[in-house]
């Protein structure tokens, strides 16, 4: 699910964020809602609370009634029902990385070692279970990364364990990860 569009002051339920938005106009610091829609479009606490999206119906299977809060208008879109019948979905992918660690005892178990410790963009890092090794990389930022293989890493005995990416192999000793990429090897 999406942030809701928030488009005015009388469409949020949450005190907090209504409350300094008033005090703020009444003090002068803004003219109105307008001049921090956007904010409270992404930081609004009423965005973790709109009804969940179970499929495209009206008020989006969440209820019969009026909801607290407004369905956001992309349920039409984005839900769960449209998730379950897309193999590519967040869903699936969520679903996948649960069965990985259920049936990964070097992914629960094994020692932590950070092999990113000063990276803005990347976080990698190993897990260590007896002979057993992960390499675990993922790309926090909206921007492409690079990620240069440890030292006794050979880039040939990289296996793919999952990825949220078509194809999360690697090429040479740089990975070249897109935006928000994540990759998990058996190293």
Known sequence: ?????????????????????????EDGEIDGFEDVQELIRYRCRDNARTPMQWDDSENARFTDDDPWLAVNPNHDEINVAAARADPASVWHYYRELIELRGDSDLLVYGSYDLLTEDDPQVWAYRR??????????????EEPATYELPSDADPAELEPMIGNYEDPTAAGRTLSLSPYEARIYRA
């Open 128 to 141: 260590t279970l007896g002979e057993e090794r992960a390499l675990v990389v993922l790309n926090w930022s």
């Open 1 to 25: 699910m999406t942030n809701y569009p928030w488009s005015s002051l009388d469409e949020i339920q949450d005190a907090d964020a209504t409350n300094r938005i008033e005090g703020a106009i």
